[in-house]
T-cell receptor, first 112, second 112 residues
């Protein structure tokens, strides 16, 4: 059984740029969600994808968007990057939109 | 006030001690309760998952949920230096999918 994998592991971007992060869900899981974890804090829910559609969203602006593909992999896109977007971005997968969630090791994004 | 409160620590204990980690919450609609362990530069790793109230045991770990008090606990018996990590509690409502609300995490250090 393969776990959740994310790429890249680290990324440095400049304010105002755009970034795409990628996630492959755990084998057998059809639901993917994304979380933002600032340093020293717990993860915060960004959104969830199920059957290739956004199926729930946290308190994040529209410049955070995503996609889910037929193989259940997913992308997180962030436009017009701000310094506060610097964080660890975590992808999690589960079955049929229900806990428990299994997380990847994240992408560390630094915005300068 | 945050929906889920967790003492940030650090909590320092000697090897072999029993560790008690706790979270309180304010939303009575929470039904799913999880504990995650997060090592530095890694994603959260699922330790325990419970639905509604009661106890659950898995090896050295015991999770307790007291919904009447809105209080959850994780006990670690015979703690090891390898248990040194940040412990995150997380919870969600019925039909909330992958939208977890996390505590801020408690940093645990187990000294040899």
């Amino acid at each position: 059984e393969t776990g959740v994998t994310q790429s890249p592991t680290h990324l440095i971007k400049t304010r105002g740029q755009q970034v795409t992060l990628r996630c492959s869900s755990q084998s057998g899981h059809n639901t993917v969600s994304w979380y933002q974890q600032a340093l020293g804090q717990g993860p915060q829910f960004i959104f969830q994808y199920y059957r290739e559609e956004e199926n729930g969203r946290g308190n994040f602006p529209p410049r955070f968007s995503g996609l889910q593909f037929p193989n259940y992999s997913s992308e997180l896109n962030v436009n017009a990057l701000e310094l506060d977007d610097s964080a660890l971005y975590l992808c999690a997968s589960s079955s049929d939109r229900a806990p428990p969630l299994h997380f990847g090791n994240g992408t560390r994004l630094t915005v300068t | 006030q945050k929906e889920v409160e967790q003492d940030p620590g650090p909590l320092s204990v000697p090897e072999g001690a029993i560790v008690s980690l706790n979270c309180t919450y304010s939303n009575s609609a929470f039904q799913y309760f999880m504990w995650y362990r997060q090592y530095s530069r890694k994603g959260p790793e699922l330790l325990m998952y419970t639905y509604s109230s009661g106890n659950k045991e898995d090896g050295r770990f015991t999770a307790q949920v007291d919904k009447s008090s809105k209080y959850i606990s994780l006990f670690i018996r015979d703690s090891q230096p390898s248990d040194s990590a940040t412990y995150l509690c997380a919870m969600s409502r019925n039909n909330a999918g992958n939208m977890l609300t996390f505590g801020g995490g408690t940093r645990l250090m187990v000294k040899p």
